[in-house]
């Protein structure tokens, strides 16, 4: 698992019960809900109260490498992928998310494996075949977006998600993943992932067809 999504993923599992969680920044204490913050010189993330939030609520705050998170998860109706699009990844398991990194111009994907979140870059033709079958991708923030594809289920799904709601995904994965293929509790804890993000956007109106 790549480091800062190690540290995240232990922060989210080790914070005692009962005990209040402090801005990163400015050592306020922060709600149980709040927004983080992202260095994408080192990919780390923060825990940011709502004053903080606004300091870096525009690109060139902070010198230009921290930028907050600050969108909603968002289903993608009607996304096209079939699998020789998915075999072009070389993602071995059905599901993984995908982050585009502004620096660079490159995207990465990550997906579960028995020692951890594996990380892999995806080759540029292949993530621009699937933009061009789904426009609403270049709308994707870069850094702070990422495109999450579920394909464990009998049909193919599709979200834009905050950066932090992958990492909840990961700290989940880590906290509940036995063996080799993960055991039932891990897949049951997915399940249940997807069923809020579900439940979220027939509640928020998530679902997106315009873009």
Known sequence: MPSTLREFAHRRTRTPTGSAQRCDL?????????????????????????????LFDH??????????????????????????????????????????????????????????????DVDADSWRRLVAANPRLSAMDSDVEALLIDRLHDVTSAWLLPLDECYRLVALLRTHWRGFSGGSEVWRQVDEYFARLREGGSRGGTHDRSR
């Not at 709600?31 to 825990?47: F, M």
């Not at 230009?64 to 998170?69: A, D, E, F, K, M």
């Not at 585009?100 to 951890?116: E, I, M, S």
């Open 26 to 54: 400015c050592s306020d204490e922060l709600a149980d809900q709040h927004r983080h913050v992202l260095n994408t010189e080192t990919g780390a993330l923060s825990c940011a109260c709502p004053a903080c939030g606004v």
């Open 59 to 120: 690109h060139a705050a902070g010198g230009g490498h921290y930028r907050l998170i600050r969108s909603r998860p968002r289903l993608l109706a009607e996304f096209e992928l079939d699998d020789v699009q998915w075999a072009s990844f070389g993602i071995p398991v059905g599901l993984a998310f995908f982050v585009h990194r502004d620096a660079d111009d490159r995207v990465t994907a990550f997906y579960p494996n028995p020692v951890g979140t594996m990380r892999s």
